[in-house]
């Protein structure tokens, strides 16, 4: 009984500190999930004050935070939007992958971590965050612009581009040998493709078995295919949160509006638990030797983002302010590069250091991307005032 108390006290001191963490990131203009980090950091080993009682609910709590995080973005498009999406911006996809892969593969082999920590990282560093992207374009008024839609493209790629690269990561991690892995590759694309001609020709259907008028057994059915999804998904080793995005991918039209609605809440409070759980299980004392690549890796992805959106955004023919914000608009990293780097050191396949790293580099990032798109536009006109007259002279 006093374990139990001891938990729920420890439970209800976490919900509430997220609750105002969250509500100060938001007054101050950036992404709760730097503060969801280091209060991670902060209770956790080496911390201030380790939580002991929480342990068993905290890491279901976050293995759910993942399977909604990517739920609720496979929800957000449908299987035509996808292929379409794939079509005009397969081009930019690759740029975006050689340009933001790559800083993470090249510390990861300086660090001496191996081809798995190289791949870790190269997802780590590629993946830009769906979820601050979207809130800091409705927040900014922009998702009117004619750059939109170049962003959106390229977030669908990349989206694609973790639905082939989870399984395979997965696969390595649990230590598959080479015709192994191919093997797991194999059954991991098969099933993707399957999925997805399934949401593009039966979607409806799919839809219809979920739904209901009724919202407490329309929770429960999403909330229950989710997970049972995502379970089997872990099972065949294509990745349970893979399994959880193709789902949301096959549930469409008013379906997916009305589950979404619904699962906000729940995903926002899982995957808040999910951050705190990725700190908890980093010791703070690890971070201080590698804050010195974090920064160098913020400062040269935030670049490479930036020519990214700017390459793209201007073999669409926008105008070079829309070419601007495109670049910022892709800077910031959040929730998948944590999930990238949990699933590798919860295989324990990786270098104890690579938490840290991805810890203080989404801190980084997760701050960074929401003030360039703030700022761009102001340092783009003052930019723009001092070369004209520079060229007039």
Request: no cysteine; net charge neutral.
């Amino acid at each position: 009984m006093h374990t139990t108390a001891i938990s729920l006290i420890e439970l209800g001191a976490v919900f509430f500190g997220l609750g105002v963490l969250g509500r100060l990131a938001w007054r101050i203009g950036i992404s709760p999930i730097p503060l969801y980090l280091l209060g991670g950091l902060a209770f956790g080993s080496g911390g201030l004050l380790p939580l002991q009682g929480i342990d068993e609910f905290a890491h279901l709590a976050s293995e759910i935070g993942v399977v909604l995080l990517l739920l609720l973005l496979g929800l957000e498009y449908s299987a035509e939007e996808l292929f379409t999406g794939l079509r005009r911006s397969w081009t930019a996809g690759l740029v975006d992958i050689v340009l933001n892969a790559a800083p993470g593969v090249a510390v990861a082999l300086i660090l001496g971590w191996g081809p798995i920590g190289a791949l870790t990282m190269a997802g780590v560093t590629y993946i830009s965050s769906s979820g601050i992207i979207a809130k800091v374009l409705g927040d900014l008024g922009r998702l009117g612009n004619r750059e939109t839609p170049v962003i959106l493209s390229i977030l669908v790629f990349e989206d694609l581009a973790m639905a082939v690269y989870l399984p395979i990561l997965t696969a390595l991690l649990a230590g598959a040998s080479f015709v192994g892995g191919l093997t797991a590759v194999g059954v991991s694309l098969v099933v993707i493709t399957i999925v997805l001609l399934i949401a593009l020709k039966f979607g409806k259907y799919v839809s219809m078995v979920v739904d209901s008028p009724e919202p407490e057994v329309f929770l429960l059915r999403v909330l229950g295919a989710a997970l049972l999804v995502a379970g089997l998904a872990a099972q065949l080793q294509v990745s349970a949160a893979v399994g959880a995005f193709l789902l949301g991918i096959a549930i469409s039209g008013s379906t997916a509006e009305n589950a979404t609605k619904l699962l906000e809440p729940l995903r926002d409070l899982f995957a808040a638990m999910f951050f705190v759980v990725f700190g908890l299980n980093t010791d703070p004392s690890t971070i201080p030797p590698v804050l010195g690549y974090a920064v160098a890796l913020a400062l040269v992805t935030t670049i490479t983002k930036l020519a990214t959106g700017w390459w793209a955004a201007r073999r669409q023919g926008i105008a070079r302010m829309g070419q601007a914000r495109a670049g910022a608009a892709l800077v910031a990293r959040g929730e998948f590069s944590i999930v990238i780097a949990g699933l590798a050191v919860a295989a324990n396949a990786v270098d104890s250091q690579l938490a840290a790293l991805a810890t203080a580099y989404v801190l980084l990032m997760a701050i960074i991307g929401p003030l360039a798109a703030r700022l761009v536009e102001p340092v783009a006109r003052v930019l723009q005032r001092t070369v004209r007259p520079a060229a007039a002279e």
